[in-house]
């Protein structure tokens, strides 16, 4: 059986006080940034706690939310083409680094495809979720028990990731349309911190979700069993739960519309009346009028072009890219320039 080394949160803090402690501080400022200001929003990071990240799960197995299915299929068809176009040199190690990896469900076909042409391969799975982290590890251990783990309890987003030096190739997933999360200039500064962590020769698999025709879209972040709705109302639950706030969540609905201008999904939480909030740990006292909204999330959707040019702003070169055969998804492969 594979073992592992669990790199803990932000600041090396250990214990899961301190993680909870650290946690807190986070969600404070972000309610205290979002939620004072109009129009209001919150953070997507804020959607992983260990609810949020099991009910994102079952959101990945809906018949209307493709990306992860076309994600896998693509995966399926060409991981040993892609870890070949991103491995040279196949006498040296390979190691991968995954940001956002969830429960890493996907990732085993390209760790397949990896021990397949490497006798020394590393796995390094990043997440905000540490029950996450942990089915990830357990899944890859039990799958592919030859495969180095070590998972970093990270914000990655907040707190930049900081890699160990390696002596071999790194290949860095941002697949699941995580990227299409934030907006262009997040995306970037997300990019150009991971570039810093690569080497010449190491090489990105991003995985964007293509622009498609609106009901598709639509459908996809507001399914027909309401789990969706439930993913995103439960940043609200999570701020009664740990931030000592008094939401209701029934005095809330899911939105979620296409926004062609930007070519992005939003999420929001429309309040269904006039309502008073209170948040005690972030000491903040809300008022919300009928109709107004917190933006919860974006999803933003690409072109050839738009992939083209993100890479090229944060100093990649695409060296190669793989679509399903509807150009619903594509995997983009690029090396540091």
């Not at 907006?183 to 500064?189: M, N, V």
């Not at 190491?202 to 609106?214: S, Y």
Request: with cysteine; net charge negative.
């Amino acid at each position: 059986m594979a073992t592992y080394v669990q790199t803990v949160d932000i600041g090396h803090f250990a214990t899961a006080d301190e993680r909870e402690a650290l946690t807190r501080e986070a969600l404070t400022r972000e309610v205290r940034r979002g939620l004072i200001t109009r129009p209001r929003s919150l953070s997507p990071w804020m959607f992983y706690d260990a609810e949020g990240s099991r009910l994102f799960e079952r959101i990945t197995a809906l018949p209307e939310y493709y990306p992860t299915r076309t994600e896998r299929a693509i995966l399926a068809g060409y991981a040993d083409a892609i870890i070949a176009a991103a491995h040279g040199d196949r006498s040296s190690p390979l190691r991968l680094v995954e940001l956002g990896a969830g429960t890493a469900s996907k990732t085993c076909i390209l760790l397949e495809a990896a021990s397949r042409i490497s006798d020394d391969v590393a796995y390094v799975p990043v997440d905000v979720c540490p029950d996450a982290l942990e089915l990830a590890c357990q899944n890859v251990a039990c799958a592919l028990p030859e495969v180095r783990i070590r998972p970093i309890v990270r914000n990655y987003v907040t707190h930049p990731l900081q890699l160990e030096p390696f002596d071999g190739t790194t290949l860095a997933l941002y697949i699941g349309t995580s990227i299409g999360n934030f907006s262009p200039e997040e995306a970037r500064l997300i990019l150009r911190n991971l570039g810093t962590q690569l080497r010449i020769g190491d090489a990105l698999l991003l995985g964007t979700d293509m622009v498609k025709d609106e009901p598709t879209l639509l459908a996809a972040y507001d399914d027909r069993e309401g789990i969706t709705a439930a993913f995103n109302l439960n940043i609200l639950d999570r701020l009664n739960r740990e931030l000592g706030a008094d939401f209701d969540p029934a005095c809330f609905r899911h939105r979620a519309l296409w926004n062609s201008v930007e070519s992005r999904i939003e999420m929001h939480l429309e309040s269904v009346q006039e309502q008073g909030i209170s948040i005690e740990h972030a000491d903040l006292d809300l008022h919300f009028t009928q109709g107004e909204t917190i933006h919860t999330e974006n999803s933003y959707k690409f072109t050839d072009r738009s992939i083209r040019t993100l890479l090229r702003d944060v100093g990649f070169e695409i060296r190669g890219a793989w679509k399903d055969c509807r150009g619903w998804y594509t995997l983009t492969l690029a090396r540091v320039g």
